[in-house]
């Protein structure tokens, strides 16, 4: 989730721990307003689970060799292993009262917090900020004449572990699901953050899919801060739509699954029943279910929402021995029923009058819902979710699940690598607010403000959750299913951190086997399916190497009990332990989407005495609408830091413009990448690529062509030179020209 523009800007000034706190010299003019937003939006500092601090670390990579003395004032750039909430240390030689300075190299940090600086003491000390900062790199500004011995960060967190694990034959989803992990880790702290730099907002809308994230992923510790957001006072005039995602099934529902927690769902209910019955109001404008694009149906969405709230509303009365509420919710949930198709079916699909045309994330939802009956999955198939993506990459997220709900999972699964297509192959190590790096929202166009660490992204639920199919069916893991959707993918391993231990899954295909092993703990029940949709033929199924199925069930294994078979499954019941099931018979293993597999990683060139001009001078730019302003300095392309980087915007792309290095020595390499992650949309439109040993005579074109979205790789025979210049060679009216890392290599057999 993203705070107005206009009411963006630092609301603290972060000090280093060995100087009082101190104000700032010049407070932006909104500080007071945004502290009052804040203070009205976001939770409390209620410390409902420890920090956990890792520790004074090594940096990856820092962009000089250390110990380093400058005679002009000089940056420090260092490399984290991973985006971590971090303090940056430092152990210099100084005179008295020289100024250091360290932050985050991420620039959204600036909106919460200003760089920390402080003034050193005279001799060799250390020094450590004293506010936690988000990023993959620190940037430290050192003072002329100071020598700095050492860097080192301290990394700090939820005090949880990785726990859950997903790994699959197509690396491509392997990376998601890790990516998602880490995202979800770093926008956990004192409570679900939208994201940990630019604003730290407690969302509903982003807290729904971090708690249901936390079960699939983390150890039972963080089952507290998912506690807390249950029994957290709803704001029912803080974006009510994102209450309704959250009141029904993908939010209090699902904790109590996976906890069994009674007590806070009691807690939660009376509150729920009161939003649900007294407050929300249909048809309100702005009121929020999504960024994405437009053509938002929200008629349908909010109808689709309510629907589910009052189904589990009713659940919950229920579990709590509120049966007296019940007729009351019935009479809503027939209300909607009989209404519904005659408001918004228009013969191939639901619309209401809205929009023009339909919306996936309508049709997705009156799919989930259960509004859609499965007469009418074909048509909605058809002709919405394959045809539209409105969704952001929140909301895709019911998407995906619909696709699976319908027997597509290969649509949902092509549909997420598609989707994610800059995210995977990107240096980044979390996911993004935005698909591509697009606002599509109000504004339609690339925004530099949208954060690279937001909570909100599905992959790692979907995938353990929908596409392993591991699932409680009642509260507390008592009772799970395991009912695979992998689709086209041939071998997947899964581990689940239920409340009652481990839950494995194991799952292999070849031509003529499905493998399926399951590991399930102490004092639970597994129904077990082996999926139809696999097989052309599937002849026979077996259980710990005994025939338990061949058309009809056999009784011949201890702890397997039959549940019964349809279109979509064989389903068995099985006690705790470990279990080797095997279904025979034919198995297509064609596949829309070739495999990714790992890469094994370029080495560049070593880069720390490099030299970058560029044809236009050394600046900044005012960054984003809190006018931040943003070094873009050539030799930032060479700092090994991808948040910071040389862009011109002094113009758009033009033919001339031009991005050399000097190696400072002539070096053997035949390929280079340009890195433009963070500005997506700034790849050079044409370009060509010339050598030099002296920088006077230039080599004719050694490569040509045109760029790509986020990451352009040149490759070309070898060359052996001192300089490469990159020219841009072609036109383009809208974007910039950016290189945020700029690596040369030399790739095996040159």
């Known amino acids: 989730m993203r705070l107005p523009d206009q009411i963006s800007g630092t609301i603290a000034l972060p000090h280093n721990q060995n100087l009082p706190s101190m104000p700032s010299p010049l ?17 409390p500092q209620r410390g409902v689970a420890g920090i956990r601090d890792y520790g004074l670390k090594p940096y990856v990579r820092v962009s000089r060799d250390l110990p380093h003395v400058e005679n002009q004032p000089w940056k420090l750039v260092c490399e984290l292993p991973r985006n971590s909430h971090f303090q940056p240390w430092i152990e210099v030689t100084a005179e008295a009262g020289k100024e250091l300075r360290f932050n985050s190299s991420n620039p959204l940090v600036l909106y919460l917090t200003e760089t920390e600086s402080c003034p050193t003491t005279a001799g060799r000390h250390s ?26 960060f301290r990394e700090t967190g939820y005090d949880t572990t990785l726990a859950g694990s997903f790994v699959c034959n197509d690396n491509d989803y392997n ?31 982003d807290g729904t899919p971090e708690l249901d994230q936390c079960f699939y992923l983390f150890d039972t510790s963080a089952h507290e801060l998912c506690k807390e957001l249950v029994v957290r006072p709803l704001e029912p005039k803080f974006y009510p739509g994102q209450h ?9 529902w699902f904790y109590y699954l996976q906890t069994g927690d009674l007590a806070s769902l009691r807690q939660a209910y009376e509150p729920a029943r009161k939003f649900l019955f007294d407050t929300y109001q249909f048809g309100k404008h702005g009121t929020w279910f999504d960024w994405g694009k437009e053509n938002k149906d929200t008629a349908v969405i909010e109808t689709c929402f309510y629907f589910n709230c009052l189904e589990t509303l009713a659940k919950i009365a229920r579990a709590i021995g509120r049966e007296a509420d019940l007729p009351a919710i019935e009479q809503k949930l027939a209300e909607i029923r009989s209404t519904f198709d005659a408001k918004y079916w228009q013969g191939g699909y639901y619309r209401s009058s809205q929009v023009k045309e339909p919306d996936d994330r309508a049709n997705a939802m009156a799919v989930n819902s259960g509004l859609a009956d499965r007469t009418k999955w074909p048509a909605i198939y058809e002709n919405v979710l394959l045809q539209k993506t409105y969704a952001s990459c929140f909301f895709d997220r019911w998407v995906f699940a619909a696709l699976c709900k319908m027997g ?13 297509q800059t995210m995977i192959p990107c240096s980044f190590t979390t996911l993004w607010e935005h698909y591509d790096r697009w606002w599509a929202s109000h504004i339609d166009a690339y925004d530099d403000a949208s954060s690279l660490n937001h909570g909100w992204n599905p992959p790692a639920l979907i995938l353990s959750q929908t596409i392993a199919g591991v699932t409680p069916v009642s509260p507390g893991w008592n009772e799970y299913q395991v009912l695979p959707q992998e689709a086209f993918l041939t071998s997947l391993k899964v581990e689940v951190p239920s409340i009652k231990g481990r839950v494995t899954v194991d799952i292999q295909k070849t031509s003529t086997q499905y493998a399926l092993k399951l590991i399930s703990p102490s004092n639970t029940t597994a129904i077990v399916g082996i999926p139809r949709i696999a097989f052309s033929r599937l002849a026979a199924i077996q259980a710990n190497h005994a025939t338990v199925w061949d058309g009809r069930f056999h009784d011949v ?25 095997a279904g025979l018979g034919t198995l297509p293993l064609t596949t829309p989407k ?16 490099w030299i970058a001009s560029a044809s236009i001078p050394d600046g900044s730019f005012p960054f984003s609408g809190a006018k931040i302003p943003i070094d873009i300095a050539a030799a930032n392309a060479l700092d090994g830091d991808h948040w910071t980087g040389w862009r011109d915007m002094t113009q758009t792309q033009v033919p001339g ?5 000097d190696m400072r020595k002539a070096q053997s390499f035949n390929q280079i990448v340009l890195d433009n992650t963070w500005a997506l949309w700034d790849s050079p439109e044409q370009y060509s690529v010339t050598v030099s040993k002296d920088a006077l005579t230039w080599s004719p074109p050694v490569a040509t062509g045109s760029g790509k979205l986020g990451i352009t790789t040149i490759t070309f025979p070898k060359q052996t030179a001192r300089y490469i210049r990159v020219t841009q060679t072609g036109t383009n009216a809208k974007y910039h020209w950016s290189i945020y890392e700029f690596d040369a290599c030399l790739t095996s057999g040159q």
């Open 657 to 661: 413009q031009w991005f050399q290095v």
């Open 557 to 581: 294994v201890p702890g397997v009990s039959w549940v019964g078979e349809g279109t979509d499954y064989v389903k068995f019941r099985v006690r705790p332990g470990t279990w080797e099931f």
């Open 244 to 252: 309704l995602e959250f009141l029904g099934e993908y939010g209090l």
């Open 594 to 609: 070739t495999p990714a597999v790992p890469q094994i990683p370029l080495t560049p060139l070593e880069k720390r005495d």
């Open 127 to 152: 020094y450590e900020a004293k506010n936690w900062v988000s990023g993959e790199g620190a940037i430290y500004t050192i003072p002329a004449g100071v020598t700095v011995h050492a860097v080192q």
């Open 175 to 205: 990376i998601l699901w890790q990516k998602a992990a880490r995202t979800a880790y770093i926008c956990m702290r004192d409570h679900f953050y939208d994201c940990p730099d630019r604003e730290r907002v407690g969302f509903w809308g």
């Open 408 to 420: 597509k999972p290969d649509r949902a699964l092509l549909r997420m690598a598609q989707r994610y």
């Open 27 to 43: 407070p932006r003019q909104w500080s007071l307003l945004i502290g009052l937003f804040l203070a009205l939006v976001c939770l």
